[in-house]
């Protein structure tokens, strides 16, 4: 499985975990209908963070990484 971490993009998160889209949006990240927003798709999780549009990144960095491994 991939180790996620702060510079993985949201596109990463959303390809490679069934679970990515409902784990970002628990975090604060709404990715929408069909995922249209390109720019946001190669943004990275550090980015969204500083941006104020992902809450706690480092809960769900592990989250993504600890769900992953079981």
Do not use: C, W
């Not at 990463?12 to 069934?18: A, L, W, Y």
């Not at 604060?28 to 995922?35: D, I, K, R, T, V």
């Not at 190669?42 to 706690?56: M, P, T, V």
Request: hydrophobic share 35%.
């Amino acid at each position: 499985m991939a180790e996620f971490t702060r510079h993985s993009r949201v596109r990463e998160v959303v390809e490679k975990r069934p679970d990515g889209r409902d784990l970002l949006y628990r975090h604060g990240l709404n990715l929408g209908e069909g995922f249209v927003d390109v720019l946001s798709q190669y943004e990275s999780l550090e980015e969204a963070a500083r941006e104020g549009r992902l809450r706690d990144l480092d809960g769900l960095i592990f989250a993504l990484n600890n769900a992953s491994k079981k």
